[in-house]
Protein backbone atom coordinates (compact mmCIF):
# COMPACT_ATOMS: atom_id res chain seq x y z
CA UNK A 1 0.00 0.00 0.00
CA UNK A 2 0.95 3.30 -0.70
CA UNK A 3 2.78 5.42 1.84
CA UNK A 4 0.49 8.11 2.87
CA UNK A 5 1.11 9.70 5.94
CA UNK A 6 3.80 12.24 6.02
CA UNK A 7 6.45 12.91 8.30
CA UNK A 8 5.68 16.05 11.66
CA UNK A 9 8.80 17.57 10.06
CA UNK A 10 7.06 18.14 6.86
CA UNK A 11 4.64 21.32 8.37
CA UNK A 12 4.42 23.29 5.77
CA UNK A 13 5.98 25.90 6.72
CA UNK A 14 9.50 27.55 5.17
CA UNK A 15 12.74 26.18 7.27
CA UNK A 16 15.29 28.01 8.18
CA UNK A 17 19.12 28.14 8.37
CA UNK A 18 20.43 25.92 11.53
CA UNK A 19 22.99 28.18 13.16
CA UNK A 20 24.19 28.16 16.92
CA UNK A 21 21.25 25.89 18.06
CA UNK A 22 18.90 28.04 16.44
CA UNK A 23 16.22 27.78 12.95
CA UNK A 24 17.07 31.23 11.42
CA UNK A 25 15.94 32.86 8.16
CA UNK A 26 19.00 33.69 5.60
CA UNK A 27 19.72 37.75 6.47
CA UNK A 28 18.62 38.35 3.07
CA UNK A 29 15.68 36.90 3.87
CA UNK A 30 16.04 34.99 0.35
CA UNK A 31 14.77 31.63 -0.08
CA UNK A 32 14.61 28.61 -2.45
CA UNK A 33 12.24 26.03 -3.02
CA UNK A 34 12.37 21.90 -3.43
CA UNK A 35 9.81 19.96 -5.05
CA UNK A 36 9.12 16.21 -5.21
CA UNK A 37 10.54 14.82 -7.99
CA UNK A 38 7.37 12.09 -8.31
CA UNK A 39 4.70 14.67 -8.72
CA UNK A 40 6.53 17.73 -8.99
CA UNK A 41 4.35 18.98 -5.84
CA UNK A 42 6.46 21.93 -3.69
CA UNK A 43 7.94 19.98 -0.65
CA UNK A 44 9.56 22.70 1.05
CA UNK A 45 10.61 26.27 1.18
CA UNK A 46 13.89 26.91 2.51
CA UNK A 47 16.35 29.61 3.41
CA UNK A 48 18.70 30.38 0.90
CA UNK A 49 21.99 30.99 2.96
CA UNK A 50 24.69 33.32 1.14
CA UNK A 51 28.31 34.18 1.70
CA UNK A 52 27.03 36.47 5.10
CA UNK A 53 25.00 33.26 6.55
CA UNK A 54 27.96 31.17 5.97
CA UNK A 55 30.25 33.64 7.95
CA UNK A 56 27.47 33.29 10.45
CA UNK A 57 27.61 29.92 10.54
CA UNK A 58 31.33 29.55 10.40
CA UNK A 59 31.33 32.66 13.91
CA UNK A 60 28.95 29.93 15.59
CA UNK A 61 30.56 26.67 14.61
CA UNK A 62 34.16 28.15 15.83
CA UNK A 63 32.93 29.73 19.41
CA UNK A 64 31.44 26.19 20.25
CA UNK A 65 34.83 24.98 19.37
CA UNK A 66 36.60 26.79 21.37
CA UNK A 67 34.08 26.98 24.17
CA UNK A 68 31.90 24.34 26.19
CA UNK A 69 32.05 21.30 23.59
CA UNK A 70 35.65 21.65 23.78
CA UNK A 71 35.54 20.16 27.19
CA UNK A 72 33.21 17.63 26.98
CA UNK A 73 35.29 14.26 27.74
CA UNK A 74 35.33 11.40 25.55
CA UNK A 75 32.56 9.66 27.35
CA UNK A 76 30.56 12.42 26.89
CA UNK A 77 30.62 12.93 23.39
CA UNK A 78 29.93 9.05 23.23
CA UNK A 79 27.37 9.03 25.17
CA UNK A 80 26.13 12.32 23.33
CA UNK A 81 26.87 10.11 19.60
CA UNK A 82 24.40 6.80 21.68
CA UNK A 83 22.00 8.88 22.08
CA UNK A 84 21.62 10.55 19.58
CA UNK A 85 21.31 6.76 17.49
CA UNK A 86 18.68 6.42 19.62
CA UNK A 87 16.89 9.52 18.46
CA UNK A 88 17.50 8.75 14.71
CA UNK A 89 16.39 5.12 15.25
CA UNK A 90 13.07 6.41 16.71
CA UNK A 91 12.81 8.33 13.90
CA UNK A 92 14.06 6.46 11.17
CA UNK A 93 10.90 5.61 9.40
CA UNK A 94 9.72 9.57 9.62
CA UNK A 95 13.75 10.36 8.36
CA UNK A 96 13.43 7.82 5.39
CA UNK A 97 10.37 9.45 4.50
CA UNK A 98 11.89 12.66 3.46
CA UNK A 99 14.28 11.53 1.80
CA UNK A 100 11.72 9.68 -0.10
CA UNK A 101 9.34 12.96 -0.76
CA UNK A 102 12.02 15.26 -1.37
CA UNK A 103 14.64 13.13 -3.65
CA UNK A 104 12.60 9.90 -4.85
CA UNK A 105 14.43 7.18 -3.50
CA UNK A 106 11.76 4.33 -2.96
CA UNK A 107 10.48 3.85 0.54
CA UNK A 108 11.72 0.39 1.10
CA UNK A 109 15.19 1.35 -0.24
CA UNK A 110 15.38 4.32 1.98
CA UNK A 111 13.90 2.56 5.09
CA UNK A 112 16.42 -0.23 4.52
CA UNK A 113 19.07 2.36 5.34
CA UNK A 114 18.45 2.18 9.21
CA UNK A 115 20.54 -0.88 10.01
CA UNK A 116 24.11 0.64 8.13
CA UNK A 117 22.84 4.20 10.14
CA UNK A 118 22.84 2.42 13.58
CA UNK A 119 26.38 0.63 12.76
CA UNK A 120 27.51 4.05 11.82
CA UNK A 121 26.25 6.27 14.95
CA UNK A 122 27.61 3.65 17.45
CA UNK A 123 30.80 3.05 15.45
CA UNK A 124 31.39 6.67 15.82
CA UNK A 125 30.65 6.78 19.51
CA UNK A 126 32.89 4.18 20.22
CA UNK A 127 35.74 5.72 18.33
CA UNK A 128 34.86 8.92 20.66
CA UNK A 129 36.67 6.70 23.09
CA UNK A 130 39.46 5.04 20.95
CA UNK A 131 41.60 8.22 20.36
CA UNK A 132 45.13 8.10 21.01
CA UNK A 133 48.78 9.19 19.87
CA UNK A 134 51.62 7.30 19.96
CA UNK A 135 54.94 7.45 22.25
CA UNK A 136 57.93 7.49 20.41
CA UNK A 137 61.65 6.55 20.99
CA UNK A 138 63.76 9.30 19.76
CA UNK A 139 68.00 9.67 19.67
CA UNK A 140 68.17 13.46 20.81
CA UNK A 141 71.27 13.76 22.64
CA UNK A 142 69.63 15.14 25.75
CA UNK A 143 67.09 12.73 27.12
CA UNK A 144 63.47 13.53 26.10
CA UNK A 145 60.57 11.73 26.19
CA UNK A 146 58.70 12.11 22.78
CA UNK A 147 54.65 11.36 22.41
CA UNK A 148 51.82 12.97 19.91
CA UNK A 149 48.67 14.33 20.84
CA UNK A 150 45.73 13.71 18.46
CA UNK A 151 43.66 16.76 18.13
CA UNK A 152 40.26 17.79 16.38
CA UNK A 153 40.50 19.60 13.32
CA UNK A 154 38.47 22.38 14.06
CA UNK A 155 35.58 23.88 11.97
CA UNK A 156 34.32 21.45 9.42
CA UNK A 157 32.59 22.36 6.18
CA UNK A 158 30.86 19.40 4.69
CA UNK A 159 29.18 19.62 1.65
CA UNK A 160 27.47 16.41 0.60
CA UNK A 161 25.43 15.48 -2.59
CA UNK A 162 21.42 14.47 -3.25
CA UNK A 163 21.71 11.04 -3.50
CA UNK A 164 22.36 10.01 0.21
CA UNK A 165 21.39 12.91 2.01
CA UNK A 166 20.75 11.17 4.92
CA UNK A 167 23.34 8.58 5.12
CA UNK A 168 25.67 11.65 3.60
CA UNK A 169 25.11 13.81 7.04
CA UNK A 170 25.53 11.16 9.05
CA UNK A 171 28.79 10.22 7.93
CA UNK A 172 30.15 13.91 7.98
CA UNK A 173 28.21 14.58 11.33
CA UNK A 174 29.75 11.45 12.88
CA UNK A 175 33.47 12.09 12.66
CA UNK A 176 32.80 15.30 14.13
CA UNK A 177 31.27 14.39 17.23
CA UNK A 178 33.60 11.35 18.00
CA UNK A 179 36.39 14.05 17.37
CA UNK A 180 35.75 17.05 19.10
CA UNK A 181 35.56 19.55 15.78
CA UNK A 182 32.41 21.49 14.87
CA UNK A 183 30.31 21.67 11.90
CA UNK A 184 28.95 23.70 9.07
CA UNK A 185 26.84 21.22 6.87
CA UNK A 186 25.54 22.04 3.68
CA UNK A 187 22.87 20.20 2.03
CA UNK A 188 22.56 19.78 -1.71
CA UNK A 189 19.75 22.20 -2.73
CA UNK A 190 17.10 18.80 -3.95
CA UNK A 191 17.55 17.49 -0.32
CA UNK A 192 17.75 19.75 2.63
CA UNK A 193 15.24 18.26 4.76
CA UNK A 194 16.77 14.96 6.12
CA UNK A 195 20.03 16.60 6.99
CA UNK A 196 18.31 19.43 8.66
CA UNK A 197 16.00 17.10 10.78
CA UNK A 198 19.13 14.89 11.35
CA UNK A 199 20.57 18.39 12.76
CA UNK A 200 17.86 19.24 14.85
CA UNK A 201 18.13 14.97 16.64
CA UNK A 202 22.00 16.39 17.37
CA UNK A 203 20.30 19.22 19.56
CA UNK A 204 18.03 17.24 21.26
CA UNK A 205 20.82 14.38 21.88
CA UNK A 206 22.36 16.60 24.31
CA UNK A 207 25.13 18.22 21.62
CA UNK A 208 25.74 22.08 22.56
CA UNK A 209 23.99 24.99 19.93
CA UNK A 210 27.13 25.77 17.53
CA UNK A 211 28.58 22.19 17.25
CA UNK A 212 26.47 21.32 13.92
CA UNK A 213 25.22 24.22 11.93
CA UNK A 214 23.11 23.70 8.79
CA UNK A 215 23.23 25.96 5.57
CA UNK A 216 21.01 25.57 3.11
CA UNK A 217 21.74 26.70 -0.67
CA UNK A 218 22.93 25.46 -4.07
CA UNK A 219 26.30 25.79 -4.96
CA UNK A 220 27.05 29.59 -4.26
CA UNK A 221 26.43 28.46 -0.45
CA UNK A 222 28.99 25.57 -1.06
CA UNK A 223 31.13 27.88 -2.72
CA UNK A 224 30.95 30.20 0.47
CA UNK A 225 32.05 27.79 2.88
CA UNK A 226 35.31 26.37 0.30
CA UNK A 227 36.36 29.72 0.59
CA UNK A 228 36.02 30.63 3.85
CA UNK A 229 39.12 31.46 6.30
CA UNK A 230 38.43 30.24 9.30
CA UNK A 231 36.95 26.70 8.04
CA UNK A 232 39.77 24.24 8.49
CA UNK A 233 38.66 21.26 6.90
CA UNK A 234 36.66 20.57 3.56
CA UNK A 235 34.63 17.46 3.72
CA UNK A 236 33.09 16.54 0.04
CA UNK A 237 30.99 14.26 -1.46
CA UNK A 238 29.83 15.25 -5.01
CA UNK A 239 30.62 15.58 -8.80
CA UNK A 240 34.86 15.62 -10.08
CA UNK A 241 34.34 18.76 -11.33
CA UNK A 242 32.92 20.72 -8.26
CA UNK A 243 35.36 19.00 -6.19
CA UNK A 244 38.06 20.01 -8.50
CA UNK A 245 36.81 24.08 -8.21
CA UNK A 246 36.19 23.29 -4.02
CA UNK A 247 40.16 22.24 -4.10
CA UNK A 248 40.99 25.24 -5.51
CA UNK A 249 39.18 27.76 -3.67
CA UNK A 250 40.53 25.84 -0.02
CA UNK A 251 43.82 27.17 -1.28
CA UNK A 252 43.45 30.47 -0.12
CA UNK A 253 43.93 29.08 3.39
CA UNK A 254 45.31 25.56 2.87
CA UNK A 255 42.44 23.70 4.18
CA UNK A 256 42.45 19.89 5.03
CA UNK A 257 40.63 18.94 1.83
CA UNK A 258 38.69 14.72 1.48
CA UNK A 259 37.20 14.22 -1.42
CA UNK A 260 34.76 11.27 -2.32
CA UNK A 261 33.74 12.42 -5.98
CA UNK A 262 32.16 10.17 -9.08
CA UNK A 263 33.27 7.16 -10.50
CA UNK A 264 32.52 4.82 -13.90
CA UNK A 265 33.48 1.98 -12.20
CA UNK A 266 34.56 -1.63 -13.76
CA UNK A 267 32.26 -4.89 -12.53
CA UNK A 268 33.82 -7.86 -14.23
CA UNK A 269 32.10 -11.40 -15.11
CA UNK A 270 34.39 -14.15 -16.13
CA UNK A 271 32.83 -17.11 -17.83
CA UNK A 272 33.46 -19.41 -14.66
CA UNK A 273 31.29 -16.86 -12.34
CA UNK A 274 28.04 -17.92 -10.86
CA UNK A 275 25.88 -16.62 -13.10
CA UNK A 276 22.76 -16.96 -10.90
CA UNK A 277 24.40 -14.90 -8.08
CA UNK A 278 25.64 -12.27 -10.65
CA UNK A 279 23.13 -11.71 -12.74
CA UNK A 280 21.20 -9.37 -9.76
CA UNK A 281 23.94 -7.64 -8.83
CA UNK A 282 25.05 -6.74 -12.04
CA UNK A 283 21.94 -5.51 -12.92
CA UNK A 284 20.84 -4.05 -9.21
CA UNK A 285 24.83 -2.92 -8.83
CA UNK A 286 23.67 -0.19 -11.74
CA UNK A 287 19.90 0.55 -11.51
CA UNK A 288 19.94 1.00 -7.16
CA UNK A 289 19.05 4.33 -6.29
CA UNK A 290 18.17 4.77 -10.11
CA UNK A 291 21.70 4.43 -10.84
CA UNK A 292 22.19 8.26 -8.30
CA UNK A 293 25.35 5.77 -6.58
CA UNK A 294 28.95 6.94 -6.92
CA UNK A 295 30.14 3.51 -7.00
CA UNK A 296 27.66 2.00 -9.43
CA UNK A 297 29.25 -0.77 -11.73
CA UNK A 298 28.48 0.95 -14.41
CA UNK A 299 31.11 -0.70 -17.12
CA UNK A 300 29.86 -4.26 -17.09
CA UNK A 301 32.38 -6.53 -18.54
CA UNK A 302 31.44 -9.72 -19.47
CA UNK A 303 33.57 -12.72 -20.82
CA UNK A 304 32.87 -13.91 -24.51
CA UNK A 305 31.85 -17.17 -23.80
CA UNK A 306 28.68 -16.51 -21.58
CA UNK A 307 28.41 -12.75 -23.45
CA UNK A 308 25.28 -13.45 -24.83
CA UNK A 309 23.87 -15.50 -22.16
CA UNK A 310 24.17 -12.53 -19.64
CA UNK A 311 23.09 -9.74 -21.53
CA UNK A 312 19.71 -12.03 -22.16
CA UNK A 313 19.65 -12.71 -17.64
CA UNK A 314 20.11 -8.77 -17.14
CA UNK A 315 17.51 -7.83 -19.48
CA UNK A 316 15.30 -10.30 -18.45
CA UNK A 317 15.93 -9.53 -14.53
CA UNK A 318 15.56 -6.03 -15.43
CA UNK A 319 11.90 -6.37 -17.25
CA UNK A 320 11.05 -7.60 -13.63
CA UNK A 321 11.97 -4.25 -11.59
CA UNK A 322 8.87 -2.55 -10.62
CA UNK A 323 9.28 0.93 -11.64
CA UNK A 324 6.85 3.44 -9.64
CA UNK A 325 6.17 5.99 -7.13
CA UNK A 326 8.75 6.16 -4.43
CA UNK A 327 6.28 5.99 -1.57
CA UNK A 328 4.94 2.15 -3.01
CA UNK A 329 7.05 -0.15 -0.98
CA UNK A 330 7.24 -2.68 -3.88
CA UNK A 331 8.78 0.19 -6.32
CA UNK A 332 12.69 -0.67 -6.98
CA UNK A 333 12.99 1.77 -9.59
CA UNK A 334 12.04 5.41 -8.48
CA UNK A 335 12.22 8.41 -10.27
CA UNK A 336 15.48 10.44 -11.23
CA UNK A 337 15.81 13.42 -8.30
CA UNK A 338 15.45 16.90 -10.97
CA UNK A 339 14.19 17.40 -13.96
CA UNK A 340 18.15 18.82 -14.40
CA UNK A 341 19.34 15.43 -13.62
CA UNK A 342 16.52 13.65 -16.28
CA UNK A 343 17.89 15.73 -18.91
CA UNK A 344 21.43 15.01 -18.28
CA UNK A 345 20.97 11.30 -18.00
CA UNK A 346 18.32 12.02 -20.80
CA UNK A 347 21.42 12.85 -23.09
CA UNK A 348 23.19 9.96 -22.53
CA UNK A 349 19.87 7.58 -23.71
CA UNK A 350 20.15 9.66 -27.36
CA UNK A 351 24.48 9.71 -27.53
CA UNK A 352 24.20 5.14 -26.93
CA UNK A 353 22.65 4.64 -30.02
CA UNK A 354 24.34 7.43 -31.86
CA UNK A 355 27.36 6.05 -30.78
CA UNK A 356 26.61 2.95 -31.96
CA UNK A 357 25.35 1.20 -28.90
CA UNK A 358 23.13 -1.74 -29.10
CA UNK A 359 19.86 -0.95 -26.95
CA UNK A 360 19.03 -3.60 -25.17
CA UNK A 361 16.43 -2.08 -22.97
CA UNK A 362 14.64 0.91 -21.72
CA UNK A 363 16.40 3.86 -23.50
CA UNK A 364 13.76 6.20 -22.88
CA UNK A 365 11.38 8.24 -20.31
CA UNK A 366 8.70 6.19 -18.50
CA UNK A 367 5.11 7.08 -19.70
CA UNK A 368 1.94 6.87 -18.99
CA UNK A 369 -0.77 7.11 -16.25
CA UNK A 370 1.25 8.06 -12.90
CA UNK A 371 4.22 8.99 -14.53
CA UNK A 372 3.52 12.49 -16.53
CA UNK A 373 4.68 14.74 -13.59
CA UNK A 374 7.46 12.94 -12.54
CA UNK A 375 11.09 12.12 -14.03
CA UNK A 376 11.26 8.60 -14.60
CA UNK A 377 13.77 6.40 -16.61
CA UNK A 378 13.94 3.16 -17.39
CA UNK A 379 16.29 0.72 -16.40
CA UNK A 380 18.43 1.22 -19.98
CA UNK A 381 21.06 -1.21 -21.17
CA UNK A 382 23.54 -0.64 -23.79
CA UNK A 383 25.57 -3.42 -25.15
CA UNK A 384 28.31 -3.98 -27.42
CA UNK A 385 29.88 -0.49 -25.89
CA UNK A 386 33.29 0.60 -26.93
CA UNK A 387 35.51 1.70 -24.59
CA UNK A 388 36.23 5.03 -26.14
CA UNK A 389 32.10 6.05 -26.82
CA UNK A 390 30.79 8.59 -23.95
CA UNK A 391 29.03 6.36 -22.99
CA UNK A 392 31.50 4.15 -21.19
CA UNK A 393 34.36 6.98 -20.15
CA UNK A 394 31.53 9.40 -18.64
CA UNK A 395 29.69 9.58 -15.44
CA UNK A 396 26.10 9.42 -16.04
CA UNK A 397 24.44 9.11 -12.94
CA UNK A 398 21.54 7.54 -14.33
CA UNK A 399 20.21 3.97 -14.54
CA UNK A 400 22.38 2.80 -17.77
CA UNK A 401 24.41 0.01 -17.60
CA UNK A 402 27.00 -0.61 -20.39
CA UNK A 403 27.78 -3.99 -21.28
CA UNK A 404 31.24 -4.68 -23.14
CA UNK A 405 32.60 -8.63 -23.99
CA UNK A 406 36.09 -9.47 -22.86
CA UNK A 407 38.00 -12.30 -24.21
CA UNK A 408 41.21 -12.29 -21.47
CA UNK A 409 42.36 -11.23 -17.81
CA UNK A 410 45.14 -8.78 -18.71
CA UNK A 411 42.80 -7.54 -21.75
CA UNK A 412 39.63 -7.11 -19.26
CA UNK A 413 42.22 -5.61 -16.01
CA UNK A 414 43.86 -3.03 -18.86
CA UNK A 415 40.24 -1.62 -19.99
CA UNK A 416 38.98 -1.33 -16.30
CA UNK A 417 41.88 0.47 -15.30
CA UNK A 418 41.79 2.74 -18.24
CA UNK A 419 39.90 5.43 -16.67
CA UNK A 420 40.54 8.67 -14.72
CA UNK A 421 38.26 6.94 -12.11
CA UNK A 422 39.10 5.04 -9.46
CA UNK A 423 36.33 4.34 -6.94
CA UNK A 424 35.46 1.05 -6.98
CA UNK A 425 35.19 -2.32 -8.92
CA UNK A 426 33.68 -5.97 -8.96
CA UNK A 427 35.10 -9.16 -10.10
CA UNK A 428 32.81 -12.26 -10.41
CA UNK A 429 34.82 -15.62 -10.44
CA UNK A 430 35.09 -19.01 -8.90
CA UNK A 431 38.64 -19.03 -9.54
CA UNK A 432 40.35 -17.49 -5.93
CA UNK A 433 43.47 -17.28 -7.88
CA UNK A 434 42.48 -15.02 -10.12
CA UNK A 435 39.85 -13.21 -8.27
CA UNK A 436 43.20 -12.13 -6.16
CA UNK A 437 44.78 -10.77 -8.98
CA UNK A 438 42.33 -9.06 -10.24
CA UNK A 439 41.63 -7.06 -6.96
CA UNK A 440 45.36 -6.61 -6.37
CA UNK A 441 45.42 -5.21 -10.04
CA UNK A 442 42.01 -2.90 -10.04
CA UNK A 443 43.64 0.62 -9.58
CA UNK A 444 39.95 1.29 -7.44
CA UNK A 445 39.44 2.48 -3.29
CA UNK A 446 36.97 -1.01 -2.71
CA UNK A 447 36.81 -4.03 -4.35
CA UNK A 448 33.92 -6.81 -4.45
CA UNK A 449 34.50 -9.79 -5.33
CA UNK A 450 30.89 -12.32 -5.56
CA UNK A 451 29.34 -9.26 -4.47
CA UNK A 452 28.49 -6.01 -5.39
CA UNK A 453 28.12 -2.97 -3.04
CA UNK A 454 28.54 -3.91 0.55
CA UNK A 455 29.59 -0.93 2.91
CA UNK A 456 30.40 -1.02 6.89
CA UNK A 457 31.90 1.64 8.86
CA UNK A 458 34.44 -0.33 9.48
CA UNK A 459 35.96 -0.43 6.19
CA UNK A 460 37.48 2.16 4.65
CA UNK A 461 35.44 3.56 0.97
CA UNK A 462 37.12 6.00 -1.03
CA UNK A 463 38.80 7.20 -4.35
CA UNK A 464 41.80 6.46 -6.37
CA UNK A 465 42.98 8.58 -9.00
CA UNK A 466 40.28 11.25 -10.05
CA UNK A 467 37.77 9.42 -7.51
CA UNK A 468 39.37 11.54 -4.86
CA UNK A 469 41.27 11.14 -2.08
CA UNK A 470 40.75 10.25 2.05
CA UNK A 471 38.58 7.49 3.02
CA UNK A 472 35.27 7.33 4.79
CA UNK A 473 34.99 4.11 7.09
CA UNK A 474 37.41 2.48 8.84
CA UNK A 475 40.05 4.14 11.17
CA UNK A 476 41.02 6.72 8.41
CA UNK A 477 37.37 8.24 8.47
CA UNK A 478 38.03 9.52 11.87
CA UNK A 479 41.39 10.05 11.27
CA UNK A 480 40.97 12.51 8.88
CA UNK A 481 39.32 14.98 11.87
CA UNK A 482 42.37 15.06 13.54
CA UNK A 483 45.97 16.28 13.38
CA UNK A 484 48.69 15.73 15.04
CA UNK A 485 51.02 17.42 18.09
CA UNK A 486 54.62 16.10 18.56
CA UNK A 487 55.25 16.83 21.58
CA UNK A 488 58.72 16.97 23.36
CA UNK A 489 59.56 17.10 27.32
CA UNK A 490 62.89 17.05 29.12
CA UNK A 491 62.96 14.34 31.97
P1 LIG B 1 27.54 18.71 -7.50
O1 LIG B 1 28.82 17.97 -7.26
O2 LIG B 1 27.64 20.03 -8.17
O3 LIG B 1 26.79 18.91 -6.11
C1 LIG B 1 27.22 18.35 -4.90
C2 LIG B 1 27.17 19.41 -3.81
O4 LIG B 1 28.11 20.44 -4.10
C3 LIG B 1 25.82 20.10 -3.66
O5 LIG B 1 25.59 20.35 -2.29
C4 LIG B 1 26.05 21.41 -4.40
O6 LIG B 1 25.20 22.46 -3.98
C5 LIG B 1 27.48 21.71 -4.03
N1 LIG B 1 28.18 22.63 -4.94
C6 LIG B 1 27.93 22.86 -6.25
N2 LIG B 1 28.83 23.75 -6.73
C7 LIG B 1 29.66 24.09 -5.72
C8 LIG B 1 30.80 24.93 -5.60
N3 LIG B 1 31.28 25.62 -6.64
N4 LIG B 1 31.43 25.01 -4.41
C9 LIG B 1 30.99 24.29 -3.35
N5 LIG B 1 29.91 23.48 -3.40
C10 LIG B 1 29.25 23.37 -4.57
O7 LIG B 1 26.59 17.73 -8.34
P2 LIG B 1 25.19 18.01 -9.10
O8 LIG B 1 25.28 19.27 -9.89
O9 LIG B 1 24.10 17.89 -8.13
O10 LIG B 1 25.12 16.75 -10.08
C11 LIG B 1 25.78 16.76 -11.35
C12 LIG B 1 26.50 15.45 -11.58
O11 LIG B 1 27.48 15.23 -10.60
C13 LIG B 1 25.65 14.20 -11.52
O12 LIG B 1 25.01 13.95 -12.71
C14 LIG B 1 26.66 13.14 -11.19
O13 LIG B 1 27.31 12.69 -12.35
C15 LIG B 1 27.65 13.87 -10.32
N6 LIG B 1 27.42 13.61 -8.89
C16 LIG B 1 28.15 12.63 -8.31
C17 LIG B 1 27.95 12.33 -7.00
C18 LIG B 1 28.74 11.24 -6.37
O14 LIG B 1 28.49 10.89 -5.23
N7 LIG B 1 29.70 10.68 -7.07
C19 LIG B 1 26.94 12.99 -6.18
C20 LIG B 1 26.23 14.03 -6.87
C21 LIG B 1 26.48 14.30 -8.18
MG1 LIG C 1 13.53 17.51 -5.19
Not at 404 to 422: L, Q, S
Not at 430 to 449: L, Q, T
Request: hydrophobic share 45%; glycine share 10%; net charge negative.
Amino acid sequence: MIETRRPAYMDGKPKGLLIDGQSVPALSGATFQSFSPSTGELVAELALADAQDVDRAVRAARAAFDGPWSRFKPAERQAVLLRLAELVDAECDDLALLDCIEMGRPITAARGLRGMLQRSLRHFAGAATSLHGQTLSNSFPVDLLSYTLREPIGVVGAIIPWNGPLFSAAWKVGPVLATGCTIVLKPAEDASLSPLRFAELCLEAGVPPGVVNVVTGAGATGAAIAEHPDVDKIAFTGSCETGQRIIAASAGSVKRVTMELGGKSPNIIFADADLDLATPAAAMGVFNNSGQVCAAGTRLFVQRPVYDEMIERIAAFTAGLKIGPSLDPETVIGPLVSAKQFARVSSYLDLGPQEGARLVAGGARVTGEGFDKGHWVAPTIFADVRDDMRIAREEIFGPVSCIMPFDDFDEVIGRANATRFGLAGGVWTRDIGKAMNAVRRIRAGSIWVNHYFAMDPSVPFGGYKMSGFGREGGSEHVEAYLQTKGVWIRS
